[in-house]
């Protein structure tokens, strides 16, 4: 899915970077190549967490 995805767009799997909230499937979108961070919900993270972690901030 994430290789499919990433060659419609005409995207190389390392310039995409995939958020997600279940570990697994962040593995499998990094061991594809993909940037790759989890969200963890249960620690009260939000998109602005995400935001700032990719602003290295």
Known sequence: MFRAGSAL???D???????GD??????AAAALGFAALTLSRA???????????????
Not at 13 to 19: G, K, N
Not at 43 to 57: E, H, K, M, S
């Open 9 to 11: 767009l005409g995207l």
């Open 13 to 19: 799997p390392a310039d995409c970077l995939l958020v």
């Open 22 to 27: 279940d570990p697994v499937v962040v593995a």
């Open 43 to 57: 620690a009260g993270q939000t998109l602005n967490d995400v935001v700032n972690i990719v602003a290295g901030r």
